[in-house]
């Protein structure tokens, strides 16, 4: 017996069920990910250093048991009629696997009281042509994120896609520091993951073809981008984006590629664009329409910024951001509305709650 020792995309024959390059090839499959089955986080040092100073009183009261019903709900609603939505244009949908996320969980080094969700296939799958890599994610709640998508991934396995897993992390205190700089992580190198093994989360990389884009987050460390660096084949180059963000976790509400050539920015978290994307024409993304009293619970009010493209012209923004959906469409895209902001309270919008499995095109440069 002979196996496919195929250790590169073979750009001759056709594409397999998993195949992506870039943010914005023409959709094809997608999962998109549930809030079914969610808790709330326990309150630890890598939660704490990026989401809101709010979200403390929750998270140490109620970690481990279900979000406040009503919202939990409110979002589940949305996320299933932008699933509905997606179908509707002709594009494979597929959703994780019901997960008990409030089960309590141990390693033979730690326990945890629940999980999280199974909202964000983003934060936790790397799709880069026809691999998908399962992240070392950070935070402990997130441990065994990756159940709710086996039997998936298993299928995309079985039909030719590549699927591994970076080392499983032992996530010990000391992969954490506590005393992380609170202000300016990025000037002073101190943030709430150290280095002593590979951490990252799949969402703190961005795809432009050949190149990929990664940031130095609270959740993903130097050895984290190292491992995704050394383990993609050689025609990929990842470049790192230096950010002003005091809370940096996952790049896609910062440094968002919209299309060949078109980068929109958050200008709170990024000052300096990588010196390869000079020719891009960049823009900042216009203030959020979240009012200040609207409670997100693991996000800045910018999330909005994370938009999902279905091709390089058609763009997903979330039906009352009304000013990036105007700066959009003077850009030259089709803004497609959908109401989400009872998503975005769970830390994200279109870009985070799916993990684009299959995008029409092949591996190119566009830098
Ligand atoms: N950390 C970003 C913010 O506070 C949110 C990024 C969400 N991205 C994601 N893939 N979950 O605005």
């Keep these: 017996m002979t196996v496919d020792r195929r250790s590169r995309p073979d750009t001759t024959r056709p594409a397999g069920p998993v195949s992506t390059y870039t943010e914005w090839d023409p959709l094809e499959e997608v999962i998109v990910g549930t809030m079914r089955g969610a808790a709330v986080p326990q309150w ?4 704490e250093s990026c989401v809101p100073a709010s979200a403390r009183e929750l998270f140490t009261r109620s970690a481990g048991q279900p979000w406040p019903r009503a919202h939990a709900e409110a979002a589940e ?8 939505f997606l179908t ?6 597929t959703r994780p696997d019901p997960v008990d996320h409030t ?7 730690w326990s945890s009281p629940g999980g999280l969700y199974s909202a964000m296939p983003r934060d936790l799958l790397l799709v880069v042509g026809d691999m998908i890599i399962e992240s070392p994610m950070a935070w402990r709640s997130r441990y065994f994120e990756a159940d709710a998508y086996h039997r998936l991934l298993t299928d995309y396995f079985r039909r030719g896609a590549r699927w591994i897993a970076a080392p499983r992390p032992l996530l010990d205190d000391d992969t954490f520091d506590a005393g992380f700089d609170r202000e300016t992580p990025f000037a002073t190198g101190s943030y709430a993951t150290t280095e002593v093994e590979p951490t ?8 432009c073809g050949t ?4 940031q130095r987050s609270h959740v993903t460390n130097r050895l984290g981008i190292e491992w995704v660096a050394r383990h993609l084949d050689p025609e990929y180059t990842v470049h790192i984006v230096e950010t002003i963000d005091p809370y940096p976790m996952h790049i896609d509400a910062s440094f968002v590629p919209l299309a060949p050539g078109k980068l929109l920015l958050n200008r709170n978290k990024v000052k300096d664009v990588p010196s390869v994307l000079d020719a891009w024409d960049v823009r900042v993304a216009p203030e959020p329409a979240v009012p200040d009293d609207f409670e997100l619970y693991m996000s800045s009010p910018t999330v909005g910024m994370n938009v999902l493209m279905l091709s390089e012209t058609q763009v997903v923004v979330e039906a009352q951001e ?9 850009w030259g895209f089709d803004i497609l509305p959908i109401p989400f902001r009872n998503v975005m309270r769970f830390g994200g919008c279109f870009h985070c709650v799916t993990a684009d499995v299959r995008r029409r095109g092949e591996l190119r440069s566009v830098v």
């Design 322 to 330: 009304t000013a990036l959906a105007d700066m959009l469409d003077g």
């Design 77 to 84: 609603a949305e996320l299933d009629a932008f699933a509905g």
């Design 211 to 214: 190149d990929l884009f990664a």
């Design 200 to 207: 990252f989360d799949a969402a703190d990389f961005t795809r």
């Design 103 to 109: 089960r309590s969980f141990s390693t033979p080094r």
């Design 44 to 47: 630890d040092v890598a939660v």
């Design 88 to 93: 509707s244009r002709g594009i494979v949908v």
